[in-house]
Nanobody, 123 residues
């Protein structure tokens, strides 16, 4: 079993930056892909970015390319999501999730989830 815990959410002005963390416990993330998803109020959960733990391959949704960066720290068993040039439409609850295998952007493919952290971008 993998337990995931997000942190780092908060309130930020448009154009600002924020870094989210996703720390894993319970088992190693070897062979896992860790993804970030977000769900806006009254919206569906959507893929944001993912990273393969062993190789470091990254994938991004078009809406965040060039603004968000996903990375991992093996020593801390943590995945980060650096968010910059934030827009009000980035406001959402952000979740990290993991799966064993290759990258997927469909949330249904991920079996382990954190509780989420809220990000609010004011205009």
């Amino acid at each position: 079993q993998v337990q995931l815990a997000e942190s780092g959410g908060g309130l930020v002005q448009a154009g600002g930056s924020l870094r989210l963390s996703c720390t894993a416990s319970g088992r190693a993330l070897s062979r896992h892909v860790v993804g970030w998803f977000r769900q806006a109020p009254e919206g569906e959960r959507e893929f944001v970015a993912s990273i393969s733990w062993d190789i470091g391959f990254t994938f991004y949704a078009d809406s965040v390319k060039g603004r968000f960066t996903i990375s991992r720290d093996s020593a801390k068993n943590t995945v980060y999501l650096e968010m910059s040039s934030l827009k009000p439409e980035d406001t959402a609850d952000y979740y990290c999730a993991s799966r064993i295998g290759v990258h997927k952007s469909d949330q249904k493919e991920y079996g382990y989830w954190g509780q989420g952290t809220q990000v609010t971008v004011s205009s």
